[in-house]
């Protein structure tokens, strides 16, 4: 049980350049998610996704695309990297797009990928 | 906009004593979560706290839940070296998005 993995662990980029953050996980977890983290801050939502299927933006969207391809995998593709995507990127995964009160529904964290775009 | 925001920024203690941080939000919620990181890591599950509990335990750990103040506290008690990383409270919200975190308090911990 590996939990919610992540390739690559780092990358460089050149601004312009695209590429694919990948993420999986074998908890046959419903729901995942993209964050960022920049230096001294807390993480920032990209992307999530509710479901299999669904996709919807979070907080900062802008210069991100993201696939669900199945239930296990859920991907993260810069089409033209800037360098204000410099960040470290952490996909987490959590059981069920909880509602309602007292839903106990934890996310559980990948080792996160560091990304330089020069 | 961030939801949680928590309080201090920065927290250095020595080892053994207690530990205190804070985290405020802003709309209704479903529960609170405490998440641990450290340096260079991904989070990690600490607590969980849902809206109709008002304090809760775990090893180490005591948190609290005000929602007539929208705030929270995680207490550390008997702190270790070992302690020393950067702690998240993450709101779910009752309705919207959920999952959102504050910037983090950033604790140390000196031998």
């Known amino acids: 049980n590996a939990g919610v993995t992540q390739t690559p662990k780092f990358q460089v980029l050149k601004t312009g350049q695209s590429m694919t953050l990948q993420c999986a996980q074998d908890m046959n977890h419903n729901s995942m998610y993209w964050y960022r983290q920049d230096p001294g801050m807390g993480l920032r939502l990209i992307y999530y996704s509710a479901s299999e299927g669904t996709t919807d933006k979070g907080e900062v969207p802008n210069g991100y695309n993201v696939s669900r391809l199945n239930k296990r995998e859920f991907s993260l593709r810069l089409e033209s990297a800037a360098p204000s995507q410099t960040s470290v990127y952490f996909c987490?995964?959590?059981?069920?797009f909880g509602t309602g009160v007292g839903a106990d529904n934890e996310q559980f964290f990948g080792p996160g990928t560091r990304l330089t775009v020069l | 906009s961030q939801q949680g925001e928590e309080d201090p920024q920065a927290l250095s203690i020595q080892e053994g004593e207690n530990a205190t941080m804070n985290c405020s939000y802003k709309?209704?919620?479903?529960?609170l979560q405490w998440y641990r990181q450290n340096s260079g890591r991904g989070l990690v599950h600490l607590i969980l706290i849902r809206s109709n509990e008002r304090e809760k335990h775990s090893g180490r750990l005591r948190v609290t839940l005000d929602t007539s103040k929208k705030s929270s506290s995680l207490l550390i008690t008997a702190s270790r070296a070992a302690d020393t990383a950067s702690y998240f409270c993450?709101?779910?919200?009752?309705?919207?998005?959920?999952?959102?975190f504050g910037p983090g308090t950033r604790l140390s911990v000196l031998p």
């Open positions: 987490a995964s959590r059981a069920y």
């Open positions: 709309t209704s919620i479903n529960n």
């Open positions: 993450a709101t779910d919200a009752l309705r919207g998005q959920n999952f959102v």
